[in-house]
């Protein structure tokens, strides 16, 4: 079975300072990685994902996460935090050889971002 | 492109009585809807994957009687909650895909509350 894990609740940075949220996973094969925000009150919208290729991947709104195979990480990084990122942030897992549920999305718990003034 | 829409946006009403949460895909065709369920501070939990034209596929733990899924045209797929009590009170958020195993693109989400 697939899971992720957002080891950190709330991440609190300041504005303008680099943000790191946290994401680990555990597949049996090779995974679909992604990453989601959602603003209170309001569904997920995408950021990025990794499907194979540069273990970088540059999503929307200056984000960009790292995806590290030994570590079995996907940590989503931004090199500047703005007050308008404080949201909270989901990653997420797919296994696409996971037979009948090989497209079903497995969610962490979320990490609340708060980017402070 | 992909926008999906919920209806309503948010919903009251008293136990006993059935829901129905309306989720469209507007410029797309999806093959495969998906519903969640959210609690306050809390993950998305699958409740079941639907596929257009078939029955709805649900998650272990989950009442098919009581959430009912139709999607039966490839823009839209509906989920009624029957005999809506306290506890069904969710914030409830479904997504869509072109074909199964395609990325999923996230309705804005319902909230319900029961009384």
């Known amino acids: 079975a697939q899971s992720v894990a957002q080891p950190e609740d709330q991440v609190n940075v300041a504005e303008g300072n680099p943000l790191t949220v946290k994401c680990t996973y555990s597949?049996?094969?090779?995974?679909?990685l992604f990453w989601y925000v959602q603003y209170p009150n309001r569904g997920l919208q995408f950021l990025l994902k990794?499907?194979?290729?540069?273990?970088l991947v540059k999503g929307s709104y200056g984000f960009e996460a790292e995806f590290n195979k030994s570590q079995t990480s996907f940590h989503l990084k931004k090199p500047s935090a703005l007050v308008s990122d404080s949201a909270l942030y989901f990653c997420?897992?797919?296994?696409?050889?996971?037979?009948?549920?090989?497209?079903?999305?497995?969610f962490g718990k979320g990490t609340k971002l708060s980017v402070i003034p | 492109g992909a926008v999906v829409s919920q209806h309503p946006s948010w919903v009251i009403c008293k136990s006993g009585t059935s829901v129905k949460i309306e989720c469209r895909s507007l410029d797309f065709q999806a093959t495969t809807m998906f519903w969640y369920r959210q609690f306050p501070k809390q993950s998305l939990m699958l409740m079941a994957t639907s596929n257009e034209g078939s029955k709805a596929t649900y998650e272990q733990g989950v009442e098919k009687d009581k959430f009912l899924i139709n999607h039966a045209s490839l823009t839209l797929s509906t989920l009624t909650v029957t005999s809506a009590h306290p506890e069904d009170s969710s914030f409830y958020i479904c997504?869509?895909?072109?074909?199964?195993?395609?990325?999923?693109?996230f309705g804005p989400g319902t909230r319900l509350t029961v009384l």
């Open positions: 597949v049996s094969g090779n995974p679909y």
């Open positions: 997504s869509a895909s072109r074909i199964a195993g395609d990325e999923q693109f």
């Open positions: 990794y499907i194979t290729g540069d273990n």
């Open positions: 997420a897992v797919r296994d696409p050889y996971s037979g009948a549920g090989s497209y079903q999305l497995t």
